[in-house]
């Protein structure tokens, strides 16, 4: 085994927990007075070495000192939702152009569209932007919806679904993100979109975990 060496933010975080587990990330987070983003690396290294065990929609417990032997630290280990970022979305019937200018401001590789309902109704790249906009097209009038890639075309992932799996399906579907999304009811045709995983995210956390 080798000895882990924590930095004083995952010592504190170690602390919260202890006193008042089960808490959520975003109540740790409020105790440290910093972002959820902030704490995810800290909070997968605190799970990945066994010292902290996070259980979904309850929280974090403490289990113990923890180590980084090979079986903690297997990256099938971690989930979507410790990874995930946060989606942007556009409604189908915005324009064309309001979706352009939102995806360059946000500097984003696509955008998920929603329907009325919130529900997950198709998906827009920058290659459907580019197609949109050739030609004498209208974009300042012509909806998103004409544009997106429709449902049942769309791969999406789930919280609970392992980084090994988005990885595979994003290789495999060569997009660049997936929304992931969770079932209202338990009906798959309600999906809400509650993040978003990406070639990027999964990359970032390949590498904070070769630093830590």
Do not use: W
Not at 55 to 67: A, L
Not at 105 to 126: A, N, T
Not at 182 to 187: L, N, S, T
């Amino acid at each position: 085994m080798i000895n882990i060496q924590l930095n004083d933010r995952q010592l504190k975080i170690i602390d919260i927990v202890k006193s008042n587990e089960p808490i959520t990330g975003e109540r740790i987070a409020d105790k440290l007075n910093v972002t959820r983003a902030t704490l995810r690396s800290d909070l997968v290294v605190l799970t990945m070495t066994g010292i902290l065990d996070a259980r979904p929609k309850v929280g974090y417990f403490y289990v113990g000192e923890g180590n980084f032997s090979n079986e903690s630290t297997s990256f099938k280990q971690l989930k979507v939702s410790d990874v995930m970022g946060v989606p942007l979305t556009a409604r189908q019937s915005d324009t064309v152009y309001d979706v352009i200018v939102n995806i360059f401001l946000e500097d984003s590789g696509g955008v998920f569209i929603i329907d009325d309902d919130d529900y997950l109704c198709g998906v827009v790249s920058r290659k459907d932007l580019l197609k949109a906009t050739m030609g004498n097209k209208d974009i300042k009038n012509d909806p998103i919806g004409l544009a997106m890639t429709r449902m049942p075309n769309i791969a999406t992932v789930l919280e609970d679904n392992s980084i090994g799996d988005a990885a595979r399906m994003l290789v495999t579907r060569e997009v660049d993100s997936l929304p992931v999304v969770r079932y209202e009811d338990g009906d798959i045709h309600k999906m809400k979109i509650v993040g978003k995983i990406s070639k990027t995210s999964i990359t970032r956390l390949f590498l904070e975990l070769m630093d830590k």
